[in-house]
């Protein structure tokens, strides 16, 4: 999927992990006694659900199998896999190495295909008793209807236009790494990207310099090379679709300050390659700023009512990650219990 090499062995490491973690689990879950009524005892026993399905992206594909897989195996369950259409051999190889260290073989089953024919069958399917999905929030909200036909729970991960915010106390060298990492990582083809970001009016032109220091000397290459650290995007259609985002900031009347194209030079024509980009002078309320590009497009904006960052950066249809960069703890609570968003990073991001 375009993913630098050094990127995907992290993730290999972070799958490998995964297990680790749920394997200690299996050792550590208990059942539990409610104190007894008189003569009666209550029992709290977990068990199998019997057959899940897992419907998993192509962004980060050994990843998100892993998050799926391992739970469902120390909870007993056998697992149906739908990896996307264009990266399903990690999910086969996954069932592979799984098979040849022990698990019984049909425990683990892999239906590559399109989401529409085989994940809808895959949900609608009677003896599938949950469904983890990760991808698209419209995607998401189908097969959550699908699985409300059948009182089916479900596990979502959806998408995200996760907004970081940069205070006036910030450590500004610290902050613009974690920026770049938080937005330029996998190309941006993330749902936890950090594709917004609110900068104090007091640092934002010191800020704005840096990053654009920073961004100028990210290698973009051959994901195969040590020395890349932006591949090219999934495939072409993808690049079609930022490329078209992009635009649209122009025409909204936002300000290109990197990027906004394709890299030059024979190294890239036969990739759907596409430069690091930054724009500012958007409104919060543009599309650029509230639909998900997944993509490496960052949006610079300023803010200096906090009242009103709040208010921007909660004005959004996604929840899913926030970030903030201060040195001060009364700031991180005062912010961080006042985003809409599942996770908030503090000094860091991912």
Same mark, same amino acid.
């Given at each position: 999927? +375009?993913?630098?090499?050094?990127?995907?062995?992290?993730?290999?490491?972070?799958?490998?992990?995964? *297990?680790?973690?749920?394997?200690?689990?299996?050792?550590?879950?208990?059942?539990?006694?409610?104190?007894?009524? +008189?003569?009666?005892?209550?029992?709290?026993?977990?068990?199998?659900?019997?057959?899940?399905?897992?419907?998993?992206?192509?962004?980060?594909?050994?990843?998100?199998?892993?998050?799926?897989?391992?739970?469902?195996?120390?909870?007993?369950?056998?697992?149906?896999?739908?990896?996307?259409?264009?990266?399903?051999?990690?999910?086969?190889?996954?069932?592979?190495?799984?098979?040849?260290?022990?698990?019984?073989?049909?425990?683990?089953?892999?239906?590559?295909?399109?989401?529409?024919?085989?994940?809808?069958?895959?949900?609608?399917?009677?003896?599938?008793?949950?469904?983890?999905?990760?991808?698209?929030?419209?995607?998401?909200?189908?097969?959550?209807?699908?699985?409300?036909?059948?009182?089916?729970?479900?596990?979502?991960?959806? +998408?995200?236009?996760?907004?970081?915010?940069?205070?006036?106390?910030?450590?500004?060298?610290?902050?613009?790494?974690?920026?770049?990492?938080?937005? *330029?990582?996998?190309?941006?083809?993330?749902?936890?990207?950090?594709?917004?970001?609110?900068?104090?009016?007091?640092?934002?032109?010191?800020?704005?310099?840096?990053?654009?220091?920073?961004?100028?000397?990210?290698?973009?290459?051959?994901?195969?090379?040590?020395?890349?650290?932006?591949?090219?995007?999934?495939?072409?259609?993808?690049?079609?679709?930022?490329?078209?985002?992009?635009?649209?900031?122009?025409?909204?009347?936002?300000?290109?300050?990197?990027?906004?194209?394709?890299?030059?030079?024979?190294?890239?024509?036969?990739?759907?390659?596409?430069?690091?980009?930054?724009?500012?002078?958007?409104?919060?309320?543009?599309?650029?700023?509230?639909?998900?590009?997944?993509?490496?497009?960052?949006?610079?904006?300023?803010?200096?009512?906090?009242?009103?960052?709040?208010?921007?950066?909660?004005?959004?249809?996604?929840?899913?990650?926030?970030?903030?960069?201060?040195?001060?703890?009364?700031?991180?609570?005062?912010?961080?219990?006042?985003?809409?968003?599942?996770?908030?990073?503090?000094?860091?991001?991912?």
């Amino acid at each position: 999927n +375009g993913k630098p090499i050094n990127e995907t062995r992290a993730l290999v490491a972070s799958a490998a992990g995964t *297990f680790q973690f749920f394997a200690s689990a299996c050792e550590t879950w208990e059942d539990t006694i409610t104190p007894a009524r +008189g003569d009666y005892v209550t029992m709290s026993v977990h068990e199998p659900l019997g057959v899940v399905g897992a419907i998993t992206p192509w962004n980060s594909p050994i990843a998100s199998e892993a998050q799926k897989l391992a739970p469902a195996l120390a909870a007993g369950c056998a697992v149906v896999f739908k990896p996307a259409e264009i990266t399903p051999r990690m999910a086969i190889e996954l069932a592979r190495i799984a098979e040849a260290a022990g698990v019984p073989p049909g425990i683990i089953s892999v239906l590559p295909g399109k989401g529409s024919v085989v994940g809808d069958a895959l949900v609608k399917h009677p003896l599938i008793k949950r469904i983890a999905f990760t991808g698209g929030t419209n995607v998401g909200m189908g097969i959550q209807r699908l699985a409300a036909e059948k009182l089916m729970p479900t596990s979502l991960e959806l +998408g995200g236009k996760s907004p970081t915010i940069v205070c006036a106390d910030a450590d500004l060298d610290h902050a613009v790494a974690g920026v770049l990492y938080g937005i *330029f990582s996998s190309s941006g083809e993330s749902c936890i990207a950090g594709s917004r970001a609110f900068i104090h009016a007091s640092v934002y032109d010191a800020f704005k310099e840096r990053l654009l220091a920073g961004v100028r000397n990210l290698r973009v290459g051959d994901p195969a090379s040590e020395n890349t650290q932006m591949g090219p995007l999934v495939n072409m259609g993808h690049r079609a679709s930022v490329e078209k985002y992009v635009q649209m900031g122009r025409d909204e009347g936002g300000t290109v300050l990197f990027g906004g194209e394709r890299p030059q030079g024979a190294d890239f024509d036969k990739g759907s390659y596409y430069l690091p980009t930054v724009i500012e002078g958007l409104p919060n309320s543009a599309r650029m700023c509230q639909e998900e590009i997944f993509g490496p497009v960052l949006a610079l904006l300023r803010w200096s009512d906090e009242a009103d960052l709040l208010a921007q950066c909660n004005d959004n249809v996604y929840g899913l990650a926030a970030g903030i960069w201060t040195r001060d703890y009364k700031t991180v609570w005062r912010l961080g219990s006042a985003l809409q968003t599942g996770t908030v990073w503090v000094n860091t991001y991912k």
